[in-house]
């Protein structure tokens, strides 16, 4: 997973005459996207630095190092920045990254498959991994508790799940 | 207006027979119910719901700071997708 790069975030446009960029954030707290840096675009520029300024409707207001006019923070709207993987802090047990878990395949305990994570929710409860099983066109909500999912393998890319009754 | 405290939390009476019926037998499944204007009572600590948004039935996993909010709270009936960054997943 070392090669990974994941969005953290995307560039709205400009910010006033000078340079400055609005940039939404993706990440949990927003500020915390300049401690991820170099930034890269998905069609291979990086950015060594970003420096928040401020803050403006929905939005954060930066500087983004290479980036000193109006006209070049305007051609950068809608561009999308990407981080490594390898940037993010390491977590406690039992704590793990949304994009650590999205696409890993999901087994019960005896081996058959019951789909992949598509993504990994949170409506005040418990997180939920919703997993779309094969052939399905609907997905499923598993709650992400160690009953649930007793085995979560990051290296060996995998989960394993024992359900509650009548959730398959 | 608040609720007359008198009345006491509602409940829909299903849910009470469901969630005891689930306790008394010890299996672990979730108890699919469409009630989402029943409150959370003390009893169901420690149960899985199934609480229906129209949809499909979304599992909420019932813990003691839940106790006296609404099934519905927790079943929201529109999804959201973001980006996934550097959000982090805490499993229980």
Not at chain 1, 122 to 151: C, K, M, W, Y
Not at chain 2, 39 to 60: A, D, E
Request: aromatic letters at 8%.
């Amino acid at each position: 997973m070392t090669d990974e790069r994941i969005v953290v975030g995307v560039i709205a446009g400009a910010f006033g005459v000078r340079g400055d960029v609005r940039l939404k954030s993706f990440c949990a707290t927003p500020e915390d996207i300049s401690a991820y840096v170099p930034l890269w675009t998905s069609d291979g520029r990086v950015f060594p630095a970003i420096t928040i300024s401020g803050q403006t409707k929905g939005a954060l207001i930066a500087r983004v190092d290479g980036i000193s006019t109006k006209e070049e923070a305007d051609a950068l709207k809608g561009a999308e920045l990407l981080a490594d993987r390898d940037r993010l802090p390491s977590l406690p047990d039992d704590e793990y990254y949304h994009a650590d878990l999205i696409g890993l395949p999901v087994h019960d305990s005896g081996g058959t498959l019951l789909g992949h994570v598509r993504a990994v929710q949170n409506h005040g409860a418990s997180d939920l991994l919703e997993i779309h099983a094969p052939g399905q066109r609907t997905t499923v909500l598993l709650p992400f508790t160690r009953e649930a999912v007793p085995t979560v393998d990051l290296a060996a890319g995998r989960i394993v799940a024992d359900p509650p009754e009548g959730l398959f | 207006m608040a609720r007359s405290v008198w009345k006491g939390p509602f409940v829909d009476a299903y849910v009470l027979k469901k969630a005891e019926a689930t306790r008394e037998s010890g299996r672990n499944e979730v108890i699919k119910i469409w009630s989402r204007r029943s409150t959370i009572l003390p009893q169901f600590v420690g149960l899985t719901f199934g609480v229906y948004n129209g949809q499909k039935h979304i599992p909420v996993n019932v813990s003691e700071d839940m106790i006296g909010q609404k099934f519905g709270e927790y079943s929201p009936t529109r999804t959201y997708y973001g980006h996934a960054a550097d959000k982090k997943a805490k499993r229980k």
